[in-house]
């Protein structure tokens, strides 16, 4: 039973499409992040919410759009994909956001061609 | 800035040798710190957390770390390493009021027959 689930696995898609990753937990967790992976492993936060509301949106191209349905859902679309935007990209929760950690899903490798 | 530094991007080490894996982090960083490891292709797994009390804490498969205050450290060991713990290790902390996690940039602990 997996805590914290993303879809899909593996994406690969062509320059200027749109996309879509999605993000379920399971674990009754009130916080959900998004994390993008680069090349070299570096792990960057790009967006937090707590209960449904956006608390962290760092300095992210305004193609990346969060969308958090519910406490449980936290979706990532990404309009006119470019080059650039090739990259792993993880789903988070915790319950609350202040002095817990974090568990991860699995990742979404991106692939802009 | 807010940082959290590990000082080391590879370590290489033989089967069953001690290894240390090293991180320090800003004072703007709280003192909630974590170290995850990530398996190929796989997502980030907590190892083990430092939240308040001891300063030395066990986490699992073997790890434990020592909380610094005065050096502002948090580094990661064990005491005789397997194949299996080939991976990377990500030191991370809270931050920015602690809703972010932001993580090290990594160590690749590359264990060898």
């Known amino acids: 039973d997996t805590a914290v689930s993303q879809t899909p696995k593996y994406l690969v898609t062509q320059m200027g499409n749109d996309k879509s990753i999605k993000c379920e937990q399971n674990l009754g967790h009130d916080t959900m992040y998004w994390y993008k992976q680069d090349s070299k492993k570096f792990l960057k936060i790009m967006f937090s919410y707590n209960n449904k509301e956006l608390i962290i949106n760092e300095t992210v191209p305004n193609r990346f759009s969060p969308k958090s349905p519910d406490k449980a859902h936290l979706n990532l679309h990404i309009n006119s994909l470019e080059l650039g935007d090739s990259a792993v990209y993880f789903c988070?929760?915790?319950?609350?956001?202040?002095?817990?950690?974090?568990?991860f899903g699995q990742g979404t490798r991106l692939t802009v061609v | 800035a807010q940082s959290v530094t590990q000082l080391d991007s590879q370590v290489p080490v033989f089967e069953e040798a001690p290894v240390e894996l090293r991180c320090n982090y800003s004072?703007?960083?709280?003192?909630?710190l974590f170290w995850y490891v990530q398996y190929p292709n796989q997502g980030l797994q907590l190892l083990l957390k430092y939240l308040s009390g001891s300063t030395l804490v066990k986490g699992i498969n073997g790890f434990e770390a020592e909380f610094n205050k005065s050096q502002t450290s948090f580094h990661l060991r064990k005491p005789s390493v397997h194949i299996s713990d080939t991976a990377e290790y990500f030191c991370?902390?809270?931050?920015?009021?602690?809703?972010?996690?932001?993580f090290g940039a990594g160590t690749r602990l590359a264990v060898h027959p």
């Open positions: 988070a929760s915790s319950q609350g956001a202040k002095n817990t950690e974090a568990f």
């Open positions: 004072s703007s960083v709280s003192v909630y």
């Open positions: 991370a902390g809270r931050s920015g009021g602690y809703n972010k996690l932001i």
